[in-house]
């Protein structure tokens, strides 16, 4: 049982952090601002989606250059899972956010420089998973795929890092609007955030190595 | 050394079977005309904005297909062959500079048919110019590597687009917002920040893509 504890202890703590974030998320109160009112609790479950996406991108390039350098099945099926998880977590990011634009700006789709960059985020990691279909030989799309994962994240770092820091967003915290640091001078919102943070980050490293373990099983039983 | 035969291949290659480059010429005088067509007397609409939209997206067109050949001709035992005689980073170096030449070329004819039908609108020719520049190398340097990609692909040109698309948005952003300042002839002032991303895109994808192109042509 104890060893059972320290292998799995993450597990536990993604399942308390998550269910911590989701109760006090919608029940502890909050700074009240005009406009934002209560969708302010969308910081709570918008927000660490794209922390979680950035992480699970993170950890795809990773094993992209694991594989380059090992040539290993278990790297490649690592760097498409993640990319997988990040995929997903980024789509919920989208949904969430124009949930959440829909009361505060109005419409959905703003054209923020923040959306665009998640959408062509989402669209290159579309790109990778037909460039993955599209290769029949097993070892070539995993070359393949892995140059192009390194490869287009480098080429997003203007686009992500630089470009919106060039415009004015609308997001709160950017472009003359208060974010959290702003306002939040007894940082109760970060008792709830950065746990949901971690939380997120933790299920999906677990969606993740399911999907990965799931891989491998179906790679097995082709073999035998 | 090597790279300059290379380069010289290059061209000769492209000398050789004409009908590829007229191709192009073609294709990018048509996306000009079918433009021109959809705005007739309607000119009026044509502000700066919609001006660089439409000439850089036209030039990120012709770019696609202008580069998704350069590794699809080598196809088949030239491919051997150069992996005995030459090295992945002198092949990469010479297709780059060959396909940046190549864009440049598309931008000198994009910017005359542009400026017969739509009239003459760039204040600052000199800008513009390097700006152009700037903007072609960047997106042969990030084009190259993918069609080195797309060339072990069964539907190269839908590959090429689909991988190159989302990859050249920040190009083409900075090419846009550049030429409207150019446009507008604010100076070097109002353009130094689009020059200075645009340098360091370059600088990323040439990086990377002498590192990662020994992986691709090891196939």
């Known amino acids: ?224 | 050394m090597e790279v300059l035969d290379l380069l010289k291949k290059e061209f000769q290659f492209e000398w050789r079977s004409k009908n590829a480059v007229q191709g192009l010429l073609l294709y990018t005088l048509s996306i000009g005309f079918i433009l021109y067509s959809s705005f007739l007397f309607q000119e009026h609409l044509i502000n700066a904005a919609v001006w660089s939209a439409l000439f850089w997206i036209s030039l990120l067109f012709s770019a696609m297909s202008a580069v998704v050949k350069s590794f699809l001709g080598d196809r088949g035992n030239t491919d051997s062959y150069y992996y005995q005689i030459t090295s992945a980073h002198h092949l990469l170096f010479a297709k780059t500079f060959y396909n940046i030449l190549l864009l440049v070329v598309l931008f000198l004819l994009s910017m005359v048919i542009f400026s017969v039908l739509f009239g003459s609108v760039i204040a600052d020719t000199g800008l513009f110019a390097t700006l152009g520049i700037l903007t072609c190398a960047a997106l042969g340097g990030a084009l190259t590597l993918l069609a080195s990609i797309a060339a072990k692909v069964r539907n190269s040109h839908l590959i090429m687009a689909v991988l190159g698309f989302p990859v050249t948005v920040s190009i083409i952003l900075m090419a846009v917002s550049g030429t409207r300042n150019c446009i507008d002839g604010l100076g070097l002032d109002a353009l130094w920040r689009e020059l200075l991303v645009l340098g360091a895109i370059n600088a990323i994808s040439l990086a990377v893509s002498f590192l990662l192109f020994p992986y691709i042509w090891r196939s």
Request: with cysteine.
């Open chain 1, 1 to 224: 049982m104890s060893s059972f504890l320290k292998k799995f202890w993450w597990k536990y703590l993604c399942v308390a952090l998550l269910t911590y974030t989701t109760v006090a998320g919608l029940l502890v109160s909050v700074p009240r601002l005009a406009i934002v009112n209560e969708t302010i609790r969308a910081l709570y479950f918008h927000v660490p989606m794209w922390f979680g996406m950035v992480a699970m991108f993170g950890f795809s390039i990773y094993y992209s250059i694991q594989y380059l350098r090992k040539q290993d099945s278990l790297s490649d099926f690592m760097a498409a899972e993640f990319a997988n998880t990040g995929l997903l977590l980024g789509i919920l990011g989208i949904l969430t956010g124009m949930l959440w634009a829909n009361y505060t700006w109005g419409s959905p789709w703003h054209g923020d420089p923040k959306q665009n960059g998640a959408a062509i985020a989402l669209l290159v990691y579309l790109a990778y998973f037909v460039l993955r279909g599209s290769l029949d030989n097993i070892e070539q799309r995993a070359r393949l795929s892995a140059v192009y994962n390194i490869f287009a994240f480098a080429a997003m770092i203007p686009l992500i890092f630089v470009i919106p820091r060039l415009q004015d967003s609308m997001h709160p915290g950017s472009g003359g609007n208060p974010g959290f640091n702003v306002y939040d001078l007894d940082s109760r919102m970060r008792l709830v955030f950065y746990p949901a943070v971690i939380g997120w980050i933790l299920l999906g490293v677990w969606v993740a190595g399911l999907q990965v373990r799931a891989r491998q099983i179906k790679q097995h039983l082709e073999d035998v």
